[in-house]
């Protein structure tokens, strides 16, 4: 190939892909209100991303492609764990996690500041990535309905849209605090105890470590009803 050839190549080939570049630059701009909700970003999200570097939660987390593998995918964790259960484990992880393999340490998180990074994980949780990452789509479903229009979901799905960060069934969700199978097998409450265990676990259990759920009472029942059906 002569040289004058190879220059065109070259500079034709550079100058295509910045303009390539350029446009999907602007593109992606254009539809940031679209794609991130940028409306959203509000003082709290800005606080919690600064506590988010504070703690240096990317050593261990993932969050939008970009951090460690040793502790969960956190983009969408918001619909897996749900506000309190965050602020739980950020603040007493080693209580949360003492009978699990994996840890995480004691860094001192103030509840304001866990308030903070709830908003933040909030706000990541809607951004428009293309269902990433694929594994938790199924508490980002549970959570969006399970509010609305729980009757659409399966049992099983909404439980676990739920519960799923902390408990497990059938080989799903996370078994932290224990398996719905054993724990039905345990529990002596009726019905309307356990929807109040629920919503708030110390009124029923003044020693439990579990966080008031974000469910509603309607949820709670048939949350109630699937574990009183595993008896």
């Known amino acids: 190939m002569e040289l004058k050839n190879a220059r065109m190549i070259f500079w034709g080939g550079t100058l295509v892909s910045a303009a390539i570049f350029g446009w999907m630059t ?7 209100e679209t794609l991130a909700h940028n409306s959203k970003i509000d003082d709290r999200v800005i606080a919690g991303k600064k506590v988010w570097h504070k ?4 050593n261990c987390h993932t969050i939008l492609g970009f951090g460690g593998y040793y502790a969960p995918d956190m983009t969408k964790a918001y619909y897996r764990l749900g506000a309190n259960n965050i602020i739980a484990i950020v603040m007493n992880p080693q209580e949360v996690y003492r009978n699990s393999f994996r840890k995480m340490p004691q860094l001192g998180v103030t509840k304001i500041e866990a308030q903070n990074l709830v908003a933040f994980l909030h706000w990541t949780a809607n951004i428009e990535n293309r269902q990433w990452p694929p594994q938790d789509e199924k508490y980002v479903k549970a959570a969006r309905l ?4 729980p009757e659409k979901l399966q049992k099983t799905d909404l439980v ?4 799923g960060g902390c408990h497990s069934f059938a080989n799903q969700g996370r078994d932290i605090a224990g398996d719905f199978g054993e724990i039905a097998k345990r529990i002596t409450y009726d019905h309307d105890t356990l ?8 009124s029923v259990k003044p020693d439990s470590d579990m966080p008031p759920q974000n469910v509603s009472p309607e949820t709670a029942g048939l949350i109630a009803d699937f574990i009183l059906s595993l008896r």
């Open 26 to 32: 602007y593109d992606f701009h254009q539809q940031g």
């Open 55 to 58: 703690y240096n939660c990317n």
């Open 146 to 149: 399970r509010e609305s229009h």
């Open 160 to 163: 676990l849209g739920a519960c």
């Open 195 to 202: 929807i109040r265990y629920m919503q708030n676990p110390k």
